[in-house]
């Protein structure tokens, strides 16, 4: 199970992390269509942000750091649904841009409750993840997670 | 027989506690390489973060000596129609966006007329940000194309190849218009001769059409076409909405 949910989250976050990179310029104008990051700020948060979800990606594929990696994928899930939450909030017409691009859309374009639900289901998958990051297939092993961890979960299996 | 009991028991102790030490030490040891390792990985990430940041703010800033066409106002707008007149519309767009086309075959005679009789001066915005690989840049193209022309012959000619490029607006998905067709467009709207092809094909305004675009982004447009009647968004972007909404700031 464990395994699994690394797979699924690391493959979404480094997809949606590669994804951001190939068009800088799109990427500043879907962080600043949110509205919510101060103009100076938008560039290095539309930069940044894709080498923070590629580097937990890979974390988690490869399974090493995998508590640290889960944990900050549940803080970056949440900061995105408090995001695209506020978007839907003040009537905004933006796609989320969770996959590239993003950032103008018509009305009837907008998918709030499809994206809301989407970063709330892996948000509890990164969570359950973080509480047992001991997993199969997974290159960091005991020593990855701390040692008192990977005791309480040798004894939970 | 009794007496070596003990000494094996003690024997045993030491080895058990030997045994421990060992343990606690490995322990240790894991820990400190798993401290070590988390130190080194968060450096790493640290350091791509900061190459990134700076790779890609370097991307998009435009060249210095970007070329920059004639007859805007502001550097990327384009103003159609009398400065004398009392209510201004600001279109944002993307040429290859639909609902900039449904937009402008619902309005453009309308807004024409307006503009016609002195009403309305229409400042456009453009926009390019549906760039695929299928289309080949069509956005970009098409937007350089607009500016090629308007440096070229001015904002009369560049409405007339803004109205043809939406008449023969490609599907979203499509190919695109090919350069040899705006090259043909733009010599039908005033704009021809070797220079003109040559800006077309060579994408003379390419930094420019980014500028224009990030502008209208900083401007707070996040979907086109966003239409401005003296200022105020239009919410009914119909031929009927359009008019009432210039009435309206005509008369305030």
Redesign the interface.
């Known amino acids: 199970m464990a395994a699994a949910a690394r797979l699924v989250l690391g493959g979404v976050f480094v997809v949606s992390g590669a994804l951001k990179v190939p068009d800088p310029a799109a990427a500043v104008r879907a962080v600043r269509a949110y509205q919510l990051v101060p103009e100076p700020l938008v560039p290095p948060v539309a930069f940044g942000l894709p080498v923070i979800e590629i580097a937990v990606g890979l974390a988690l594929l490869l399974g090493v750091f995998v508590r640290t990696a889960a944990i900050a994928v549940a803080v970056l899930l949440a900061v995105f649904l408090v995001g695209v939450g506020s978007a839907w909030a003040r009537g905004l017409q933006i796609d989320c841009g969770c996959f590239s691009a993003g950032g103008q859309v018509a009305a009837e374009q907008t998918a709030y409750p499809l994206e809301m639900l989407r970063d709330g289901a892996l948000l509890v998958v990164a969570l359950l993840l973080a509480r047992r990051p001991a997993s199969r297939l997974a290159l960091g092993g005991r020593s990855a997670v701390d040692p008192v961890q990977a005791e309480d979960f040798s004894r939970a299996r | 027989m009794p007496a070596e009991a003990p000494r094996r028991t003690n024997r045993e102790r030491l080895a058990a506690r030997r045994a421990a030490e060992a343990a606690a030490r490995a ?1 240790a040891e ?2 400190r ?2 401290v070590l ?2 130190v080194i ?1 968060a450096l790493a ?1 640290v350091i ?2 900061i190459v ?2 700076v790779v ?2 370097q ?2 800033i435009p060249s210095a000596g970007a070329a920059v066409p004639a007859n805007t106002v502001d550097g990327t707008a384009v103003a159609v129609g009398s400065a004398d007149a009392p209510v201004t519309v600001d279109l944002y767009e993307d040429f290859q966006c639909p ?1 900039c086309k449904a937009f402008e075959d619902a309005t453009g005679s309308t807004l024409g007329g307006l503009v016609a009789d002195g009403t309305v001066r229409v400042r456009y915005h453009g926009m390019a ?1 549906l760039d695929t690989g299928a289309n080949d840049k069509y956005s970009t193209r098409a937007l350089n194309a607009a500016a090629v022309v308007l440096s070229t012959a001015g904002p009369g000619a560049f409405q007339t190849f803004h109205d043809l490029l939406y008449a023969h607006q490609p599907s979203e998905g499509g190919s695109g218009l090919s350069d040899d067709q705006l090259v043909q467009y733009a010599a039908q709207a005033g704009a021809s001769g070797a220079a003109v092809e040559k800006d077309i094909r060579d994408l003379t305004y390419g930094d420019w059409v ?1 500028t224009a ?2 502008k209208a ?2 401007d ?5 076409p966003t239409v401005l009647v003296a200022g105020k968004k239009l919410a009914d972007p119909s031929a009927a909405g359009l008019t009432a909404a210039v009435t309206a700031a005509a008369a305030g």
């Not at chain 2, 707070?220 to 086109?224: E, F, H, I, R």
């Open positions: 322990r894991r820990r390489r798993a390792g988390g990985a990430v791509a973060l990134v940041v890609q703010t991307r998009t609902n940000f980014t675009t990030d982004s900083k707070g447009v996040t979907s086109t």
